[in-house]
């Protein structure tokens, strides 16, 4: 057993600046429990693994830089246990993932910061990519910063990157991201923040207290089943494309609770909030587009088509300031109950509060209110099934439009109190 304690430098020989370090014999040497002190300073290390180990630490002030020489992953992980991570890495050509972690369990970043991370050639970057096999890692109080490609058109650049699609078994799951700062993401027309990838699957990760700010494509993208994103703040991202988000959420049983997001889709040609699909709950969140230049390219929540049909989307107690469309549901397949209860809508919203384009075989719209004039309240193009509305108070140029109704049906107060039909 270990708990011994090495200075890369005094004790692995590591040369600071330009020189280029071959420390794996080293990193091979330690026994678990052992940590690895970085001091102060710039390391130009080759690549390197740790295989089987348990409760190695990695910690100091001092910068890991990969070498250019080199290709693949810099710091691979695999089958470890208790792994944790207190590290810089800085302004490297990663061509791939800076840290890469395969079959580990109970493993932590703790204060890492990652931060101008880039490729030359087609080739993804990724900080952190997470991949089968990894079980209950925590990220807290960590920094991601500048990570872009080259070659924006055949390369996606990617924070934390959890990468399970296509594996049937051993999927990673009870991923926590908390308390950490993204930023400056802009290359690239697929850039993302934290992607999880595992569609059909639960995950249980939660992704919490973060802040974003400037992420070209999608500060979160959830796909898979389970996870929470709770109280994160969201600032100029989304900000191209089709289906650039705050959120997008593919998948079952995932909430989203508390977040707050300011000016999404800042240059979006069709900007979504929230691109969600299957049972989700999104509930009291703030929606903010106060300085967005073109509020009629930008929709509060965007429910799209999966072909597998939708259910159980609940819509509770959000704020949606200067959008056009609050709720949009643009989706080729049924939808079976949808809520929509307690919404507070403000500001300018040019168009629909909600706007469903598909058939919903139960909606249920209670105790809305706004205090703008949007052009209408409720537009369906099919007729729902059953509609259940009560007490909302919205101030609306037309109440409900439908393919057999085009009236006004008092849209200033209460519409259809108590009616279902």
């Excluded at 469309?325 to 989706?331: A, T």
Aim: overall charge neutral; proline content about 2%.
């Amino acid at each position: 057993m270990g708990q011994g304690w090495y200075d890369l430098e005094m004790d692995f020989g590591a040369k600071k600046d330009n020189t280029i370090n071959d420390l794996q014999l080293f990193f091979n040497s330690l026994q678990d429990e052992d940590t690895v002190f970085i001091p102060r300073g710039v390391f130009t290390l080759k690549p390197f693994s740790l295989k089987n180990k348990r409760n190695i630490r990695f910690e100091g002030n001092g910068t890991l830089k990969r070498s250019v020489l080199t290709s693949g992953n810099f710091i691979s992980i695999d089958g470890c246990e208790g792994i944790t991570l207190g590290i810089n890495i800085d302004n490297s050509d990663m061509n791939n993932a800076a840290i890469y972690m395969k079959d580990c369990a109970n493993f932590s970043f703790k204060k890492t910061k990652i931060k101008n991370l880039y490729s030359k050639d087609a080739i993804n970057v990724y900080a952190v990519q997470i991949t089968r096999g990894c079980s209950f890692g925590k990220f807290e109080d960590c920094e991601f910063e500048n990570i872009r490609c080259q070659n924006e058109s055949k390369a996606s650049a990617r924070a934390i990157f959890i990468s399970n699609y296509n594996v049937t078994e051993n999927h990673t799951i009870g991923i926590e991201v908390d308390n950490c700062k993204f930023i400056n993401m802009i290359s690239g027309s697929d850039t993302d923040a934290i992607v999880i990838d595992q569609l059909n699957f639960y995950g249980y990760h939660r992704i919490a207290r973060n802040h974003f700010i400037d992420i070209v494509k999608r500060p979160i993208k959830l796909l898979g089943h389970g996870n929470i994103v709770k109280e994160n703040r969201i600032f100029h991202s989304g900000m191209i494309g089709t289906s650039f988000a705050g959120f997008s959420s593919y998948g079952n049983d995932n909430l989203i609770e508390g977040n707050e997001i300011y000016g999404i889709g800042k240059n979006g040609i069709w900007a979504n909030f929230v691109d969600c699909k299957g049972a989700t709950t999104i509930r009291r969140n703030k929606f903010y587009n106060s300085d967005l230049a073109d509020t009629s390219l930008t929709n509060g929540i965007y429910v799209y088509d999966n072909n597998n049909g939708i259910y159980n989307i609940e819509v509770e107690g959000n704020e949606f300031r200067n959008i056009r469309h609050g709720l949009y549901l643009n989706i080729g397949t049924p939808v079976d109950n949808l809520k929509i209860n307690n919404n507070k809508f403000s500001g300018t919203l040019s168009k629909h509060i909600i706007y469903l384009r598909s058939l919903v075989t139960k909606l249920e719209i209670n105790q809305n209110s706004s205090t703008t004039s949007p052009q209408f309240f409720l537009t369906y193009d099919i007729n729902p099934i059953l509609i259940t509305m009560n007490d909302n108070n919205i101030n609306a140029s037309w109440g409900i439009v439908s393919p057999t109704t085009h009236s006004n049906l008092n849209a200033n107060r209460n519409i259809n109190n108590g009616i279902v039909f």
